[in-house]
């Protein structure tokens, strides 16, 4: 995968670097790699969207794409946010959680948004690696940013439901990671993230909404491929992908 043209200057700056392998955590019985790009600290704004256009995608400082030798089952994915076209049941979950009560806040720790999400990777990813994160974990994983992040949360009578932290960038906002309450039976926490981060790119005027990776094999990404149309980088050009793709 190429890096892209609209920032040579600023990527010179850069080096990148292969990781040694580790297990994936989406393939079965596969070793992954990534490629990480540092310094960190020059990895602003305007760079890091730049990146994100390439395929990269963050956690906490760490600016990263997948680099598996002969895998290219991660297809990073973006959603033309004004060509969107709402299913049933996307329109039920936008209904459903109208009334939640959205806030930003300051990327600050807070023991209840750590409650919630130890919560949701117990119940939604058990041994997925981030079900036992402490609280340094955590805030290394969501709370450091070297780029302009928002957290937001939903709440319902008082009570954190949801927390949703996005990037903004030039073209676009990025969803970093979305965790919500993983109990409450006919719940649509994560398809109502996801239009309600479609509703904020039409307000900003901003094209895209970037999703990370999708993988077609993969059963935890599944509902992304479930909003059409949506955007694949493939062989460095964004392109779309069919709904059975």
């Not at 049941?89 to 806040?105: F, N």
Request: glycine fraction near 6%; include cysteine.
């Amino acid at each position: 995968m190429a890096l892209p043209d609209d920032a040579a200057l600023p990527f010179s700056l850069l080096q990148f670097y292969a990781t040694a392998p580790y297990p994936c955590s989406y393939l079965a019985d596969r070793q992954a790699r990534s490629q990480v790009a540092t310094p960190a600290q020059l990895i602003d704004s305007e760079i890091y969207a730049s990146l994100v256009r390439a395929g990269f995608r963050r956690s906490g400082i760490f600016t990263y794409r997948p680099y598996c030798a002969g895998c290219h089952a991660c297809i990073p994915v973006r959603l033309p946010v004004a060509e969107l076209q709402l299913k049933r049941h996307q329109r039920r979950a936008l209904k459903r959680h109208g009334g939640l009560h959205v806030r930003e806040l300051p990327l600050l720790f807070r023991e209840e948004h750590y409650v919630l999400y130890s919560r949701y990777q117990q119940a939604r990813h058990p041994g997925g690696g981030m079900h036992d994160d402490n609280h340094e974990q955590y805030a290394q994983f969501l709370l450091q940013s070297h780029v302009d992040t928002r957290l937001i949360e939903f709440s319902a009578a008082g009570v954190v439901r949801m927390v949703s932290l996005i990037d903004i960038l030039d073209d676009g906002l990025s969803s970093v990671y979305t965790f919500y309450e993983p109990d409450i039976p006919g719940s649509s926490f994560g398809i109502y993230n996801i239009l309600w981060q479609r509703q904020q790119c039409l307000a900003l005027g901003l094209p895209y909404l970037y999703l990370g990776y999708w993988i077609a094999t993969s059963r935890k990404m599944a509902y992304k491929i479930d909003f059409q149309p949506i955007e694949g980088l493939i062989e460095g050009h964004w392109q779309r992908l069919p709904p059975s793709a």
